[in-house]
């Protein structure tokens, strides 16, 4: 599974600042942020990093005008790319939320919307024209290539 092979793999970061906070386990990188771990890419205008107790990340938050996230589930599927204003990736439960213009491509499938949460490994996508942080009405768009 991508999950656990990415998870043993270091995270490399680069950005302008860090602020971090040992005992909270959080860390906020700002200015052009590029956060890579095994297949998983993460970026941002600010990225904010939580940790559990064991040392692991929990959750990834990024924010900006195009934030974005992009993992590959498994060797054998496309890579998931994802954009949005806020983009908020749940580590243990391979969740991806996907908050104002959002946007979703898993091989020549798009989703577009103004919520989208993509489950990565049961490759279940959900959107709403509206929701919390949403800017407006922003209706679903979809489009579905045939299957093969």
Known sequence: MAQQRDADQP?????DRLDLDDVAGTAVYTGD???RQGTM???GDRVELRRNAAGELSRATAR???AYLEQQPDPDQPVVRGWGRTVI???AERR???IDRAELHQGGDTFDGGYLEYFLDRRVVQARAE???VEGRQRIRMT?????
């Open 64 to 66: 900006g005008e195009r």
């Open 131 to 133: 929701s919390e942080g």
């Open 41 to 43: 890419r993460i970026t």
């Open 11 to 15: 995270i490399h970061i680069e950005a």
């Open 89 to 91: 990736y749940h580590a």
């Open 144 to 148: 579905l290539q045939p299957e093969r």
């Open 96 to 98: 991806v939320e996907l």
């Open 33 to 35: 942020v590029d956060i």
